[in-house]
């Protein structure tokens, strides 16, 4: 029989075994799939350890390990949290109209499209909708990094997760719970995660190389001085052993993925959206970038200011079909010349066979005559510019206006010139994109003049104007071929190969837009150009930090190897050594989070 005096270490000792043999399941599984990693290599240094008697200094490496990689997981974590706790700005419930008419409180996950909701001031809404009757300001930092409220009337979008400030409103609901702009913002930030840049790439490649050398480096620091220099078996085994735990890869790998979540989540608080750590280290290499014009630099809402018979007859005959064929585009020009004969009391006529013409402009038949109505360039593809109406085309152009021209078959009938607002924001947008290096040209299918223009307005570099969507492909290709990191900004449909050729194609005013944060690499969730110098900031800041880390990580690792190889080192001093530079990467990555 045992006796208690005896049988208290060896339960003491059979604890610490069940801890250790616990802690290196991992490691066991890793040297059976051939998989030289950080597991394995901790669980050959804490079994070579308890192998030569050293149990304290076992169970303490396994215990510091632990609560090193339970750390990480913690900081990794929060990084990820910075985004998902953006779910809980959606309140849970929400006041509903019911079909007696009266309102109930029910669940927002239970409510259809469609629905009445009604919100009261200071509430959080709990759905996209459209406002139906009220006025109020809403907080939308968490959907568009906007630091003012945005004032909301009938007619206007508000998403889930803003903060309803002032009056009451009353919205119709037109996103499921599962599919708000701001679900759609957390998914697709979590599938950026997943996404893997390019330096955690390299850091992966990496510690598959050097763990199995670093392996067989302590392999050979154990063997070879007792066996050809007649050195104690157990002083150099010992060695082996903490090099093992000093050399252990644990901070280089986390370094990165912290990092670049940290960036993404960051980048997400300001209302950009950016779709891999990819874009987040490519931004700080931009040198050029290209811009479209129109709802880019300009609001994309503008207004006509002149109208200029061509012929004798009725001109307002012929302002009706014109504005009935633009009444049929969703084009901002087309837009304007329909509202303007809106207000006017104008009354729009059936039009047959109506035609987009990409880049160009549109066509129908009205009471059976073909018109056209398009820019510069369609009234030359035509044949129906003369030199009378070519300098009127280049005056108007000139002062910065947009021209659209109505036609029939014979003979140009009517001009109509339109002129778009610089956003105020635009200029500072500029300026601190040449501040930072990055150079500037504007891409658009207006004609050169009005291009040129605006480009001066603002400090835009170069101006290309009556460019097609192909026209815009090869100019971002051409500056490609020249050697530039090129980005590419719009948000329209006619931008989109442009978009998709660029290193970094950058949407605006993505909110709500269920196809721009789809298919963009960085979504700007407002009309603010000014977050593109503040994505390239924070890409630079990005790459500053990943940088640190590998030199920190790599750089103590080598300062404690040779502080190992003079056998002045011990296993607690290298556990220590592992774990601090962990937490030093990590907390250096987690910065990014306070900028």
Known sequence: MVTGAVAAPITGEWKRTKELVAGAAGGVSSLKNRNLNINALMSIAVTGAVLIGQWPEAAMVMFLFSVAELIEAKSLGRARNAIRGLMDLTPERATVQQADGSWLEV?????????????RPGERIGLDGEVTSGNSTINQAPITGESLPVEKTVGDPVFAGTINQAGSLEYRVVAAAANTTLARI???????????????????????????????????????PPLFMAEPWYDWIYRALVLLVVACPCALVISTPVTIVSGLAAAARKGILIKGGVYLETGGKLGFLALDKTGTITHGKPVQTDYMPLVDQDSEVYRTHAASLASRSDHPVSQ???????????????????????????????????????NHRLVEELGLCSPELEATLERLERQGKTVVVLCNPQRAIALFAVADTVKGSSRQAIEELHALGVKTTMLTGDNPHTAD??????????????????????????????????????DGINDAPALAKSEIGFAMAAAGT????????????????RKIPAFIRLSQQTAVILKQNIVLALGIKALFLAITLTGQATMWMAVFADMGVS????FNGLRLLKK
Request: no cysteine; glycine share 10%.
């Open 107 to 119: 669940e927002v996950k239970t409510i259809a499209l469609g629905a009445l909701v009604r919100v």
């Open 186 to 224: 957390i998914h697709a930030v979590e599938e950026a995660q997943g996404s893997r840049a390019p330096t955690q790439r390299f850091v992966d490649q990496f510690a598959k190389v050097y763990t199995p050398v670093v392996f067989l480096f302590a392999l050979a620091i154990a063997i070879v």
């Open 336 to 374: 304007a010349i329909a509202k303007h004969a809106s207000k006017n009391g104008l009354a729009f006529t059936a039009v047959e066979g109506f035609e987009a013409l990409l880049g160009r402009g549109v066509r129908g038949t009205i009471e059976g005559i073909d018109f056209h109505l398009g």
């Open 453 to 490: 223009a605006i480009a001066q307005q603002v400090g835009i570099d170069e101006a290309r104007g009556n460019l097609l969507p192909v026209d815009k492909l090869q100019a971002i290709e051409a500056l490609q071929a020249r050697g530039y990191v090129v980005g590419m900004v719009g």
């Open 514 to 529: 269920d196809t721009a944060i789809e298919t963009a690499d960085v979504a700007l969730m407002d009309d603010d150009l």
């Open 583 to 586: 937490l030093l990467v990590v």
